[in-house]
């Protein structure tokens, strides 16, 4: 493998902002070697002892309740990233993992788990001494420790966007980035992330704008269709995405704000807790994000799998997560990620979830459809995919009314494409809702036509 390879995606990521000054002191992440095994033990199959210890697996560990089957939509190389990420070094068989990739084709592991975000779980997962030749392991290395210094960096940059915040009387949440990382993996430097998600309550939005450019940020676009403003640091390339609403406009799911921020935790992200989502909350607006872009990113289904199992009580969480529309978009991710990464489900899923339900044959139907695609790089360009996605985000939804408003609001609530497309005066700006659908019906004709 050519290690010129890896540097041409290294520099498709965010540019290097070591540079950028930090202004928080003695601040570090110390990377565990027993990381994986300790923070990704929830993925562990039951009835399983850890590596190095006698293995005894139950009779139900191989039982697939979902019947779903991957079709060979994964390939020997995939797979073997996936068990890898999953932090286990044996198959959904106690089969070991091999050290190292089918043929030694270390270029194509390391690209498919860089496309999936889970490049950090897999060089975590493995060791260095182990990968060839000598230049794509420091590539590796070069990797990791940019990856590193970047999250750092912005996870001081957070602490210091909530402090400014706070010291402006503004309440604030955090979510997904160096959030979601602590949570999921216990360390920021386990997951990619570009840019920070902060939510405000709407009445507050027009002060945290004026509070975070009195701070040096500099918005890039605000459209007021939207709920989430965009504001970047000039200097050190920091991005804020400032939210009002913690999921999509186009999402069936009602989360007032001050609702989110009543059941409000805390979570070190490294050094110092932030305010973030409670545990509920956080696995129903990570299970809404992935279930909206239909799952293409592996990390997004690891990080949910994780947040889940952490619950000390299964019934309350899916009892809130049934309350907001959202079961069936968890159990989906639960269903993928056990097929693909080898997860076992949490130990008492199947008190609280019927698997006769419509629920469950739901999920299970739209996870089907979603592992075929996974692997797919070019899917996600696809517009017969696009089609077909939708009837799928259709089926996670939990009534004919939520199916209903979910598809009127894709087709007609305008996003920043529908402005690229035409450019009108603000004044106008409520006929980009006549704009979407035409767009939308001009781009995906020949998809229809083929049926």
Same mark, same amino acid.
């Given at each position: ?24 002191? &003695? ?24 590596? &190095? ?10 039982? *697939? ?28 068989? &106690? ?36 990968? &060839? ?29 909530? *402090? ?38 709407? $009445? ?125 978009? $968890? ?33 299970? $139907? ?16 696809? *517009? ?32 920043? $494409? ?34």
């Amino acid at each position: 493998m050519s290690p010129d390879r890896i540097q041409i995606d290294v520099a498709r990521g965010r540019p290097d902002t070591a540079s950028g000054s930090v202004n928080r002191v &003695g601040r570090t992440i110390t990377h565990q070697e027993d990381l994986l095994h300790r923070q990704l033990n929830p993925f562990q199959r039951r009835g399983e002892t850890r590596v &190095g210890a006698e293995r005894e697996t139950t009779s139900s560990t191989s039982e *697939d309740p979902s019947g779903l089957d991957d079709g060979g939509a994964v390939d020997e190389c995939q797979q073997w990233v996936l068990h890898r990420c999953r932090g286990d070094t044996s198959d959904v068989n &106690g089969t070991a993992v091999p050290p190292t990739p089918p043929g030694e084709d270390w270029e194509r592991a390391i690209n498919f788990a860089r496309r999936h975000r889970i490049d950090m779980l897999l060089f975590a997962s493995i060791d260095r001494d182990t990968i &060839g030749p000598a230049s794509v392991r420091e590539a590796v290395e070069r990797m990791e420790t940019n990856t590193k210094r970047q999250n750092l960096q912005m996870a001081a940059a957070l602490i210091d966007i909530v *402090d400014v915040l706070r010291d402006n009387d503004i309440p604030v949440i955090t979510y997904k980035g160096p959030v979601v990382a602590s949570r999921a993996y216990g360390d920021i430097s386990l997951r990619r992330f570009v840019d920070l998600d902060v939510l405000v309550a709407p $009445a507050d939005r027009r002060q945290a704008i004026e509070t975070l450019e009195a701070a040096g940020y500099e918005r890039r676009k605000r459209y007021k269709h939207l709920s989430e403003v965009v504001l970047e640091h000039p200097e050190t390339g920091t991005v804020i995405d400032l939210h009002t609403d913690a999921v999509p406009d186009d999402i069936p799911v009602s989360l007032p704000f001050g609702e989110l921020y009543e059941r409000r935790t805390r979570v070190d992200i490294g050094g110092q807790a932030v305010p973030a989502l409670s545990l509920e909350d956080a696995v129903m607006v990570h299970a809404v994000h992935g279930s909206k872009h239909c799952w293409y990113r592996g990390e997004w289904l690891l990080a949910v799998t994780a947040l889940i199992r952490q619950s000390k009580d299964l019934g309350a969480l899916f009892g809130h997560l049934r309350a907001n529309g959202c079961e069936r978009m $968890a159990l989906c991710a639960l269903i993928i990620t056990h097929r693909l990464f080898g997860a076992d489900y949490p130990e008492s899923m199947y008190d609280v979830v019927e698997r006769e339900s419509s629920e469950w044959e739901s999920a299970t $139907a739209t996870a089907a459809q979603f592992t075929q695609w996974i692997t797919r790089p070019e899917w996600v360009t696809d *517009d017969r995919s696009h089609l077909e996605g939708l009837r799928a985000q259709l089926r996670l939804c939990p009534s004919v009314r939520t199916k209903v408003r979910f598809f009127l609001d894709t087709v007609t609530k305008p996003q920043e $494409a529908d402005r690229e497309f035409v450019s009108l005066p603000d004044i106008v700006s409520p006929l980009y809702r006549i704009v979407r659908p035409v767009r939308l019906l001009y781009r995906y004709r020949e998809s229809l036509n083929r049926g």
